[in-house]
């Protein structure tokens, strides 16, 4: 295996609808939490695809390609994204699409490239999606190495929470921080789902949030409950909605009462010899003033 290959990672079970045509910003500026119309022509940013009541159908990253546009997202939300992004489409200049073209890799370490800004050669473009994550598109076929557990462990020390399938419909777009990693605004027109989002902030109806957590299990998978002492039995902590496991240590996110001390003990349900402990968020949940 080649020094490339052995730190660029392939990313097989993830994928993006790609927008392309006249009307492709505006149309998904109307359908999505971020405000898609103020980036510039090379500008990347998270955002949410929401049902009319708020629960997200997926969390993607946002990646202008030349004249067109990717929805990087885990290939198991694409299908009902792209379904409910259709329905309103074919009043709209644009064409919206399954992008089975590209492939997408990651690069993990410190990057000299502009958080969220796109660069392109010839066919490939790269953007830091963090200080620490660079995400390539290209139509090339790269040397790289399968270990995606690497890339997922990467998100979830940046607290990026991507969406799976079984989630879809439901948690808000802020159950899973995606406020604090600038994934949402509250400045621009109606979009779906946009009264609950706002509800969320502006009346304080949101009393959840998603936290990293690491320790040992048997095996941990999305949907598992975390537990937490009451008295001498155990009660819900809260819901995990991502995780890997690394060198028998696993990683993952789960969605718990935003006030959860972060010195609680947890453990999975149904696995009493496991244990787990929180870890701080590398951002505040805040709303910032400006949003």
Not at 24 to 33: G, K
Not at 76 to 91: D, H, M, P, Q, R
Not at 251 to 279: I, P, R
Request: glycine share 6%; proline share 2%; aromatic share 8%.
């Amino acid at each position: 295996m080649s020094e490339q290959s052995s730190s660029l990672i392939k990313l097989s079970s993830w994928g993006a609808i790609k927008m392309s045509g006249a009307d492709s910003r505006t149309y998904l500026n109307s359908q999505v939490t971020a405000h898609i119309s103020n980036l510039t022509a090379q500008q990347a940013c998270f955002a949410a695809h929401c049902d009319a009541k708020g629960k997200s159908w997926s969390h993607f990253y946002f990646v202008p390609t030349g004249d067109d546009c990717q929805l990087f997202q885990r290939q198991s939300t694409i299908e009902k994204s792209l379904a409910e992004l259709n329905k309103y489409g074919v009043f709209s200049r644009t064409d919206i699409t399954h992008n089975t073209q590209l492939h997408w890799y990651a690069q993990l370490g410190n990057n000299q490239l502009e958080i969220n800004q796109v660069s392109q050669d010839d066919t490939t473009y790269r953007v830091a999606l963090s200080s620490n994550i660079t995400l390539i598109a290209t139509e090339t076929q790269l040397d790289a190495n399968n270990n995606e557990a690497l890339f997922e462990k990467a998100l979830i020390d940046n607290g990026i929470i991507f969406l799976h399938a079984e989630q879809q419909g439901e948690y808000v777009p802020q159950m899973l921080n995606l406020q604090a990693i600038d994934g949402i605004s509250f400045n621009k027109g109606c979009y779906m789902g946009q009264e609950t989002v706002a509800r969320m902030r502006y009346l304080g109806k949101n009393k959840r949030a998603a936290f990293p957590f690491s320790g040992h299990a048997d095996n941990i998978n999305v949907g598992d409950t975390l537990e937490m002492p009451a008295g001498e039995n155990w009660r819900r902590a809260g819901t995990v909605v991502s995780a890997c496991a690394i060198d028998g240590q696993m990683y993952g996110m789960a969605v718990c009462a935003a006030d959860l001390d972060l010195n609680t003990q947890l453990k999975l349900k149904n696995q009493d010899t496991s244990q787990f402990t929180l870890s701080e968020l590398p951002y505040t949940l805040e709303y910032k003033a400006s949003e």
